[in-house]
């Protein structure tokens, strides 16, 4: 029996509005070369000033996941040779970062776990290649973007457990609001150490290095793979090499990049254009006075406070701006059950389907409230709120004026009802027979020809009493 | 307007302080200047080739341009070294590699100088990256000392000396990263001072090793000095190791009194390997010193013996990662067969083996060595531990003197060629001029005297950090009473 050893290593380009060291924008997209400046690309001369937002971004997510912030830290200079990198070093930290020793909580099947942090450090992004055919091209706009690099220690003993350490750690960083944490445009990145050891054993296995994966599934389908690859090696007798390997998402394999043979030297050694940086514990503590209540917190109030189920609050509170926009509701209409039910099902199955973020959702509290509020006051069918809610995600109108518009409102008058209810009895005598003869069911045949007739503006649970009324009356008649 | 009251110019007149004066009066004006100092370079240059990037039709222009507004340094001609950035104008450290860069920005100094004023007057000569003591290494040929001209004008900033020595330019800045002002200084017979560490923003100034180098500037006397000074000094917040605290009015420093003012002469710096006209010239320089009222006394700096050995380790383990950048990738030299090479590390190779002379090979070997894993505790580390005992020496011996004085350099200047085969005799040229830049205290150096073979001799001032006000002040009363300033090379 083997047991998996997993250390997570997260890189996390942090939303500040220009880069570490110099006062070029942060921001992704741009045409290449046009967010540059003396400074990111390294021309000679040019010198870093650190980015007091990047710093305050940086302890923020250090407090964040419990880390013990370093009275004095050092940046330091990792030097090695790539296009991409302008100044053939790159600003990070090594034997004095900004923070280290703390933990995220994460929920296995069986129990609650603490992954333990080893350290949260704060660096510079490099450039970017493109390779065309013919030609290599650099563009320098992502050189300089801070990146906050969390290492864990090697807690995690499955791809499972990897999976669950991310999406935490997610939801944390987005309730911190210093990244927009997307995998997609590299502003998240994760690398995987991983190994097996005979169960019991406390030395470490020789361990291979995971890259290249853009998705937490895809961390989780690599790690599978790879766990298994090595238990074959080992069951087979032989060893298992320390290498660096890509994975594949296609082809469901990871593939071997280099070997660690090749390893750098990379003659770390303190930048000298920066000096030693001290830590106030008043801004320390300023800084935690700030942290928001993070989604484990939030869970259980929200269970508590709302009475909602474990699973409703988790779904609302694992998306910081999800679980604001819920308490905003909340405050305006008192049946959080009624408001988790729309949120958790109708307008995430909405974004889901238009491939919407969370982030992007902006109809107004008081808007999807207006339409709870009709459908409590039975001026229109549940089913027809679900259609409502649709046009007012579409085009941002208020329920009153869609319904009016639409002529959505159930029909209140009882005799235009009833003139209805007598007409479809008249038209369907086998139904009614039916009905009459002990079928059931039949009654639903009939309630569904009054709400076709009616364009679906009667209350069915109301066409179901009133048929049942006029046909016991007519049975009792006949 | 007539000219003919108008004065000859005297070109070796030709101080800032001087002329700042004759324009006022209206006595001179900038461009008769320039044109007298162009038709001086004609016929100076080709004897001592300060210069590597001189460019008359732009210097005419910015004659015409010089600001309305009055600046602390208008009309002034100023050479900068060719490790400084100016925006775009050729800045190549004098190394192949850097060649056809010209920076999209000023340097801070720059800025600074342009802001006053002052007319950007030529890039000068340097060691390649500013490593050397001699000026020997550029890559566009040795520049010669004014004095003699087989002798070199000391390094690296030997062409920013040798111009202003020889008049060819008013003042000078330089960069020191162990002595390369003050040794040039000491060598072609003028002032030059490597203020503290900090007070010079190093912004746009090409690294050589980011924690010693410093700006500072290289001039005819001792009030040019501090005239520079009071422009150039100042919180840059675009450099992060620049200090943010007033600077004095440093010309007020110039007061012709230190009576009571405590000088320490460090036993250390007598010991071996002292020419013997370097310190019959020190010692006269001490014996006025006491004339004048100083107190003066014999202080210690035990860790001296360090300082070459911890310098070589720190410098040129920085200064290998610095030069890392020049790559070929972005700008400068690339490599011209570039359709035979296999790859990046080819690429890489080729452009560096082919950019960088000698001298940065040697140095960018030696710095990386001493940073690599299994060598950077012993090398790297150590000599980090070595730089605070050294600095710890200047803070105790501060506690019993206001100045710390000691020869320049420990020869007189020397022939060309007689130390390029020997790296190690180069290394010790700097002996007096390294701990200062280790410790990141100021010192100036000034003229002291001449050998018999008419070649100069400099002596150092050291002072307490931020304390470059007390330099001034006795490096300036020692020159009101002796006349080597005003001694001229025939050339």
């Known amino acids: 029996m083997y047991e998996t050893v997993i250390g997570l290593e997260v890189h996390l380009q942090l939303k500040t509005k220009t880069k570490a060291f110099c006062g070029c924008a942060n921001s992704f997209g741009a045409e290449p070369n046009t967010l540059v400046c003396p400074v990111c690309l390294g021309l000679p001369g040019s010198l870093p000033v650190l980015n007091k937002k990047a710093l305050e971004y940086a302890l923020k997510v250090a407090l964040a996941l419990n880390c013990e912030v370093k009275e004095f830290f050092k940046f330091d200079r990792k030097n090695y040779y790539y296009p991409d990198l302008p100044k053939n070093y790159q600003i990070s930290q090594y034997d004095m970062p900004l923070s280290i020793n703390g933990y995220l909580e994460i929920d296995t099947e069986t129990k609650n776990k603490r992954i333990r942090i080893k350290r949260v450090h704060l660096e510079e992004d490099a450039g970017k290649l493109i390779h065309t055919p013919e030609y290599s091209l650099v563009d320098y706009n992502r050189a300089g973007v801070p990146l906050l690099e969390i290492v864990t220690e090697p807690d995690i003993n499955s791809a499972e457990e990897a999976y669950e350490y991310l999406v935490n750690l997610k939801s944390v960083l987005e309730y911190l609001e210093v990244s927009d944490c997307n995998m997609e445009k590299g502003s998240l990145r994760c690398d995987a150490n991983v190994s097996l050891r005979k169960k019991g054993s406390s030395v470490l296995g020789i361990k291979t290095e995971l890259k290249n994966m853009n998705s937490f599934k895809a961390v989780r389908d690599a790690l599978d793979f790879e766990i298994s690859r090595q238990r074959k090696i080992l069951d087979g007798g032989e060893r298992v090499i320390q290498e660096t390997r890509l994975w594949d998402a296609e082809e469901g394999i990871t593939i071997s990049m280099r070997t660690k043979e090749e390893a750098h030297d990379y003659r770390y050694f303190p930048d000298p254009d920066l000096v030693i940086f001290t830590v106030d514990e008043k801004v320390i503590k300023s800084i935690k006075d700030t942290l928001p209540e993070f989604p484990r917190q939030r869970c259980l109030r929200f269970q508590k406070e709302y009475s909602l189920s474990f699973y409703d609050a988790e779904v609302l509170t694992r998306s910081k701006y999800l679980a604001d926009y819920f308490e905003s509701c909340a405050k305006l209409y008192p049946y959080p059950k009624e408001i988790s039910n729309w949120l958790t099902t109708e307008v995430l199955a909405y974004l889901n389907e238009k491939k919407i973020p969370i982030e992007e959702f902006t109809l107004e509290s008081e808007k999807l409230i207006g339409l709870l509020k009709i459908l409590q006051a039975k001026q229109i ?43 479809v009895i008249k038209n369907n005598p086998n139904s009614v027979n039916d009905y009459l003869k002990g079928k059931e069911n039949a009654i639903m045949f009939l309630v569904g020809q009054v709400m076709k007739q009616t364009k679906g503006k009667a209350d069915p649970v109301r066409v179901n009493t009133l048929l049942k009324t006029k046909l016991k009356k007519g049975g009792d008649n006949a | 307007m007539s000219t003919d009251k108008r004065m000859p110019i005297n070109i070796e007149n030709l101080k800032i302080h001087r002329l700042l004066e004759l324009y006022r009066t209206k006595e001179l004006n900038p461009k008769e200047v320039i044109d007298c100092l162009f038709s001086h370079i004609e016929k100076i240059e080709p004897k001592i080739k300060a210069f590597v990037h001189f460019n008359r039709e732009k210097i005419t222009k910015e004659l015409e341009n010089i600001p309305q507004k009055e600046g602390k340094l208008k009309g002034i001609p100023v050479t900068i070294k060719d490790n400084i950035c100016v925006k775009d104008e050729p800045t190549t450290c004098a190394s192949k590699i850097l060649g056809g860069f010209s920076p999209p920005y000023d340097a801070t100094v720059v800025e600074r100088l342009k802001r006053e004023g002052a007319i950007l007057f030529g890039k000068a000569n340097m060691d390649e990256f500013a490593f050397g003591s001699s000026c020997e290494t550029s890559f566009y040929g040795p520049t010669h000392n004014p004095w003699n001209t087989s002798c070199v004008p000391g390094g690296s900033s030997g062409g920013s000396a040798a111009a202003v020595a020889s008049d060819e330019t008013v003042a000078s800045l330089g960069s020191d990263t162990g002595g390369s002002i003050r040794q040039p200084a000491s060598f072609c017979g003028i002032v030059g001072l490597k203020p503290t560490y900090g007070r010079v923003s190093r912004y746009g100034l090409v690294a050589f090793a980011s924690s010693l180098d410093q700006i500072g500037p290289l001039t005819k006397d001792v009030k040019d000095c501090a005239l520079l000074m009071n422009v150039i000094a100042g919180y840059d917040e675009k450099d992060s190791t620049s200090v943010n605290i007033p600077v004095p009015d440093y010309t007020k420093a110039l007061v012709k009194d230190i009576r009571g003012m405590k000088i320490g002469v460090p036993r250390e710096y007598f010991l071996e390997g002292i020419d013997k006209e370097v310190k019959k010239a020190i010692e006269e320089a001490i014996t006025l010193i006491k ?22 380790i720190i410098a040129t383990a920085e200064a290998s990662s610095n030069l890392a950048r020049f790559d070929g990738v972005q700008y400068g030299y690339r490599t011209k067969d570039i359709s035979s090479v296999n790859d990046i590390i080819q690429f890489y190779s080729r452009t560096r083996k082919e950019g960088f002379g000698a001298e940065a090979k040697r140095r960018i070997m030696l710095g990386t060595y001493v940073l690599s894993h299994g060598y950077y505790d012993a090398y790297y580390l150590r000599a980090l531990k070595v730089r605070t005992l050294i600095r710890k020496d200047f803070e105790e011996a501060f506690k019993e003197c206001d100045i710390i004085l000691t020869p320049t350099s420990p020869t007189p200047p020397f022939r060309m060629g007689e130390k390029t085969e020997n790296p190690l005799a180069m290394y010790l040229s700097d002996i007096y001029t390294i701990s200062v830049n280790l410790a990141g205290v100021p010192a100036i150096s000034l003229p002291c005297g001449f050998t018999n073979d008419q070649l100069p001799i400099g002596m150092q001032l050291i002072g307490k950090p931020f304390d470059e006000e007390t330099i001034f002040r006795l490096a300036y009363t020692y020159e009101q009473n002796t006349d080597w300033h005003y001694k001229k090379p025939k050339l």
């Open chain 1, 381 to 423: 069918s549940r089913n027809t709120a679900k259609d409502v809610l649709r046009i007012m995600l579409d085009t941002n109108k208020d329920a009153d004026t869609i319904i009016k518009e639409k002529n959505l409102f159930l029909i209140s008058d009882e005799s235009d009802l009833e003139k209805i209810v007598d007409e």
């Open chain 2, 291 to 312: 004339d004048l009222k100083a107190e003066v006394k014999e202080v210690s700096l035990p860790h001296t013996e360090y300082a070459v050995a911890t310098y070589y």
